[in-house]
T-cell receptor, first 114, second 114 residues
Framework: GQQLNQSPQSMFIQEGEDVSMNCTSS?????WLWYKQDPGEGPVLLIA?????ELTSNGRLTAQFGITRKDSFLNISASIPSDVGIYFC??????????????FGKGTKLSVIP | GAVVSQHPSRVICKSGTSVKIECRSL??????MFWYRQFPKQSLMLMAT?????????EQGVEKDKFLINHASLTLSTLTVTSAHPEDSSFYIC??????????FGSGTRLTVV
């Protein structure tokens, strides 16, 4: 099946620093999604990307859908303590059997040092 | 925005008993619902996909007789863990998808089998 390689696995940063994480795949995806999960909670959608090359912002978050449709990155600017959590990328194939299923990356655990 | 309600949030049951988890889309019709399992410090693993009114499609390695899924209406899907054992202890998360609505996740259910 499809696999998403998400990196880094974890990161410790100072409050105020910018953060970047990315996902790559050997498969082409039609949709890329970025989620944040807090402990004991379900994932919450941060940004959805639907077109190759698309660059979308949501407050301090910016994400891009790679031109090859095999990768995406998420940037967080001026991090704050509440950014702590696990960030997941997810891709959707968008066509054929099982196309509505999401494939998840393994997550990036973000720790922010005040 | 789309809201998915998942209950219970936590449940402790005795080994050998069955547990039912409910997933409701509160303000949209969910044509497809997904059930995931998440082990500590790991990503979400898709267990099954269910479409309203039809049988669920289970991922390879997931026992359909143990994890019973019912998607009887466009707003409700249930997962029943039958004859639960300690190894079934995990975090279970549902997700709902509808026309004009992307993937919205429930808040998860922490199952502990003792």
């Amino acid at each position: 099946g499809q696999q998403l390689n998400q990196s880094p696995q974890s990161m410790f940063i100072q409050e105020g620093e910018d953060v970047s994480m990315n996902c790559t795949s050997s498969s082409i995806f039609n949709t890329w999604l970025w989620y944040k999960q807090d402990p004991g909670e379900g994932p919450v959608l941060l940004i959805a990307l639907y077109k190759a090359g698309e660059l979308t912002s949501n407050g301090r978050l910016t994400a891009q859908f790679g031109i090859t449709r095999k990768d995406s990155f998420l940037n967080i600017s001026a991090s704050i303590p509440s950014d702590v959590g696990i960030y997941f990328c997810a891709g959707q194939l968008g066509s054929g059997a099982g196309s509505y299923q999401l494939t998840f990356g393994k997550g990036t655990k973000l720790s922010v040092i005040p | 925005g789309a809201v998915v309600s998942q209950h219970p949030s936590r449940v402790i049951c005795k080994s050998g008993t069955s547990v039912k988890i409910e997933c409701r889309s509160l303000d949209f019709q969910a044509t497809t619902m997904f059930w995931y399992r998440q082990f500590p410090k790991q990503s979400l693993m898709l267990m099954a996909t269910s479409n309203e009114g039809s049988k669920a499609t289970y991922e390879q390695g997931v026992e359909k007789d143990k994890f019973l899924i019912n998607h009887a209406s466009l707003t409700l899907s249930t997962l029943t863990v039958t004859s639960a054992h300690p190894e079934d202890s995990s975090f279970y998360i549902c997700s709902a998808r509808g026309a004009n609505y992307g993937y919205t996740f429930g808040s998860g259910t922490r199952l502990t089998v003792v």
